[in-house]
């Protein structure tokens, strides 16, 4: 990459050699590009084709391989760039048969003329980066020739694809090879759900709990420390008109996460289903065709041509053919045959949704939570409930995301039991228009729930979520009587919900008020709380059994923290990995009357619980000696992130083992937790003071590129592991005054 101070680089598309209004009328984009400490970018324009140049060239300094890569990817060509293995192959065809033309068209026809401005300056700026930076790329693509200047529709592609990520996304090879008498692959559980780690914590405290009487928003999404679903950091400015700052993921052109003068807003995704599936009935004499309504319709067939790198270095052209019909595609699995009487598709709340860009260009101006609440009715948001808080002392929670629009009586006539394994998925039958989604006239997307159905709550106090349902938002205000598709109501909330609530109420007791510190604190005490609830049951066990008593040493002395100087955090991690399937594990269920305590205790005294309980112990220790890591290892050893040779470690755990605090690894022989693939990511923490000046602090725990001949590969990852925050600079006055300050000026 090149390296700038205080340099300005002027390019212009039909040259530059009259002067005066001529050379005016030549410039399209124009834009001032800042960089503080830390790599983060603060784009400059007075027009919104410039705001769009300048975002794409600040991002591609950060991540132009992963924005390349995706690219690629939207476009169904992984296969000829990187092999058809791992999926690719799949990818393509998929990618190919949903983002066809017609649906490219249906959502560039409906973005405003200022969108579609962003683009055309976000295509620009990106291609004017890798023409200003051919020669020096990452080493990662350099002369690679899947990167390639970038177009309007690829920025459509990209758009729709992060929509369809986690739903119809999830099922690319059954919906790959979807044929009759083909089976192509199991699903696992996890398929029905987002990946294991994708969540987040949000706190928003309003005027009764803040010391300034304003608002305070903690923002703590978990989300891939790897890929194009990284966040990065950046700071939009056209004067007049937009002044916001946050996290964009690298490849789209949105503040998804972030704050302006007024208000703060961060997300957590949500439990509302985002898709059904449809049982189809088959013509015995025709397996593409279905019944429905008494009648048999003819699936659409559409043909895909994808190209397959060859060993002779030609591309060889192979046809796959998927299936649709009126509800989606046709998806095949073992657990979901195609055979002569049935079939399976799929229908997806958010695959028709392009409201994303008009809903985050409403929220990023936003003054007050109500603003954000008239900005998510947009129905822009594709998975996530919406926590904010404002300077006028607001703390504003929703779920208002794509969600199909079913009701219990719906499912009582139409749902379709299925077994264990497939528990939480909605099977409809598919021969009846009766079991269609409604269409309800105030939605703006067909078929899925409208805003005004979808649970919301605004309070001086709190609201907060860690990706349970909208239910206990609030300890005191439950929200009840919604669709059951959003979330369930009235159960036992996860282990890392109650660790925040918990914490809450353990600050209301303490203090009358609480600051910006307060909630920076919560997440980097790193406090187990599922080890502070049980774990002294668990070492009830320990007494007199001679086989306990190295884990149960390393559990007694451990301090129950997930810091990186603790140690024994890993054997509570793998004796809970097991242990929290334990049927009756608890002492106490759960009890509606006190839902942020209960379920609580271990079940000692059920001798067939004891004896689970001791088994899980006697695992954890052998999966950790079988990994060559000792049961007294300090976590700075097991758990870390590893850039350019260095091993920089990371605190925090699992959630589902307690931690509120969320750091996602798996266990590796002879390298312990090391690579980590999820968890706590952008981090925020914005308020305002009595007068109504923000004070905006944050951290992007991976740093700003996922490139190693970065300056900006590890620097804020090191702060993350020292405990560190940065105050994130926001005012004119606070970026001129960043000692790192460097400055370009871009023209075309």
Not at 501 to 524: G, I, P, V
Request: hydrophobic share 40%; charged share 20%.
């Amino acid at each position: 990459m090149k390296s700038f101070s205080l340099i300005v680089l002027v390019g212009c598309l039909l040259g530059c050699a009259d002067a005066g209004d001529t050379a005016k009328a030549q410039i399209q984009y124009d834009v001032d590009l800042r960089w503080t400490s830390y790599g983060i970018p603060h784009v400059k324009a007075n027009d919104w084709g410039s705001i769009g140049f300048g975002f794409a060239y600040a991002t591609a300094t950060d991540a132009v391989c992963v924005i390349a890569k995706d690219v690629q990817r939207v476009n169904g060509n992984l296969s000829v760039y990187f092999g058809a293995d791992n999926g690719n192959l799949q990818s393509d065809v998929f990618h190919k048969a949903i983002l066809t033309s017609a649906k490219l068209d249906a959502y560039d026809q409906q973005q405003s003329a200022q969108s579609k401005r962003m683009n055309a300056g976000y295509a620009a700026g990106y291609n004017r980066f890798l023409a200003d930076h051919r020669d020096a790329l990452p080493k990662r693509c350099a002369n690679a020739d899947w990167v390639r200047p970038i177009t309007e529709t690829d920025l459509n592609r990209l758009a729709i694809g992060v929509g369809i990520r986690y739903g119809l996304g999830r099922f690319q090879k059954q919906i790959a090879q979807a044929s009759p008498g083909k089976a192509p692959s199991e699903l696992a559980l996890a398929q029905w759900t987002l990946p294991a780690g994708i969540g987040s914590n949000a706190v928003a405290i309003g005027r009764d709990l803040s010391a300034s009487g304003r608002g305070i928003l903690f923002g703590n999404p978990h989300y891939p420390w790897h890929g194009a679903s990284r966040f990065h950091m950046m700071h939009l400015t056209l004067p007049g008109e937009l002044d916001v700052m946050g996290a964009s993921l690298l490849t789209t052109n949105r503040i998804a996460i972030g704050f302006n003068k007024d208000i703060a807003w961060t997300h957590t995704v949500s439990t509302a289903k985002r898709f059904t599936l449809y049982q189809l009935t088959l013509n015995p004499d025709n397996p593409y065709e279905y019944l429905f309504d008494g009648e048999y319709r003819a699936m659409e067939k559409r043909s895909v041509t994808v190209r397959v790198a060859a060993e002779d270095g030609q591309p060889n052209e192979q046809e796959h053919t998927t299936y649709f019909t009126h509800f989606g595609p046709v998806l095949a699995s073992k657990v979901l045959p195609w055979n002569k009487l049935m079939a399976f598709a799929m229908r997806d709340a958010v695959v028709d949704n392009y409201l994303t860009a008009a809903t985050y260009d409403a929220m990023a101006k936003a003054e007050s939570t109500a603003d954000v609440e008239a900005s998510i009715s947009q129905q822009g948001v594709y998975w996530t409930n919406t926590v904010a808080a404002d300077r006028h002392g607001n703390a504003f929670y929703a779920d208002i995301s794509g969600t199909p629009n079913i009701d219990q009586a719906l499912l009582e006539q139409c749902q379709i039991d299925l077994s264990d394994t497939m528990r939480g998925l909605i099977l409809l039958r598919g021969d009846t228009s009766a079991c269609e989604w409604y269409d309800d006239p105030s939605s703006k997307v067909p078929g899925t729930l409208p805003a005004d159905k979808m649970p919301r709550l605004t309070r001086g106090d709190y609201v907060s979520n860690s990706n349970d349902s909208y239910w206990l938002s609030n300890a005191d205000s439950p929200l009840e009587g919604y669709s059951p598709v959003i979330g369930e109501e009235r159960t036992a909330r996860s282990l890392r919900t109650r660790s925040g609530l918990t914490q809450l109420a353990e600050l209301r007791a303490r203090k009358d008020k609480f600051s910006t510190q307060d909630l920076r604190d919560m997440l980097y005490n790193q406090r187990n709380f599922g080890a502070e609830l049980l774990l002294d049951d668990a070492l009830i066990l320990c007494a007199d059994d001679d086989a306990l008593q190295r884990v149960c040493a390393a559990l007694q002395n451990w301090d129950r923290t997930m810091n990186v100087d603790s140690r024994g955090g890993h054997v509570w991690r793998e004796f809970w990995r097991d242990a929290r399937r334990i049927e009756n594990i608890f002492a106490q269920g759960f009890d509606l009357s006190n839902p942020v305590a209960t379920p609580a205790g271990l079940n000692t005294a059920d001798a067939g619980v004891r004896v689970q309980i001791r088994q899980a112990l006697l695992s954890a220790e052998k999966r950790l000696d079988g990994a060559n890591i000792a049961l007294d290892a300090p976590l700075r050893e097991i758990q870390y992130a590893q850039r350019n040779g260095d091993k920089i470690p990371i605190p925090g755990g699992e959630g589902w083992a307690g931690m509120f605090s969320m750091i996602r690894t798996n266990l590796e022989a002879d390298k312990g937790y090391a690579r980590i693939f999820h968890g706590n990511s952008y981090i925020q923490t914005i308020g305002w003071d009595e007068n109504g000046a923000l004070d905006a602090q944050g951290m992007l725990t991976y740093s700003q590129s996922p490139e190693s001949d970065s300056p900006h590969y590890q620097d804020l990852t090191e702060l993350y592991a020292a405990g560190q925050w940065i105050d994130l600079p926001f005012t004119e006055a606070e970026i001129t005054a960043d000692p790192q300050l460097r400055h370009i000026k871009l023209q075309q």
